[in-house]
């Protein structure tokens, strides 16, 4: 099992369109082979904080994933609505 | 449901020491009450990064943890390993 946590520092006034991208980005990534989780999470205390975390089967299935249509298109448009970002993939230890 | 992401970057002679508390903390939280889940990563391309992924029924449930014995004797132990770290509490939005 791999977990990724996907995190983003938004422009403010950025944020209503980045929500509308990641809408369609994660109702079509939960249907992806090898998807377990992929849910989009926002800091409580720092609004302008929204964190992807991601949970697949097998290293295959999140490079498939990078693949998509979806991703391609969706990901590069998202980016542009960030100031920075943060991205670690992680294993299971305990 | 209230997620909590808590990423420390290790001093790398530390980790071995760190992880043995990490292994009791675990244990201990996955049976308190309103505890969804909490697990121990590591980063696959830097082994110094450890990332504790947590979901709490609820912001009483995450409160409560804190005051745990486990929680407050271990937490600050870890602590002296960390050269730095970082802390989201996060809420769902997709």
Redesign the interface.
């Known amino acids: 099992m ?2 990724v ?1 996907s ?1 983003g520092f938004f422009y403010e006034d950025k944020i209503e369109e980045a ?1 509308k991208l ?2 369609e980005l ?1 109702s079509k990534t939960q249907k992806e082979d090898g998807c377990i989780s992929y ?7 720092d609004k302008s ?3 992807m ?1 991601e949970e697949w089967e097998s290293p295959e299935a999140l490079e498939a994933h990078k693949q998509t249509e979806h991703f391609t298109r969706l990901v590069p448009m998202v980016g542009k609505f960030r100031k920075n970002s943060e991205l ?7």
């Open positions: 791999i977990k946590v995190k929500l990641y809408e994660v849910n989009l999470f926002r800091d409580i205390d904080v929204l964190t975390i670690n993939v992680y294993e299971l230890v305990l």
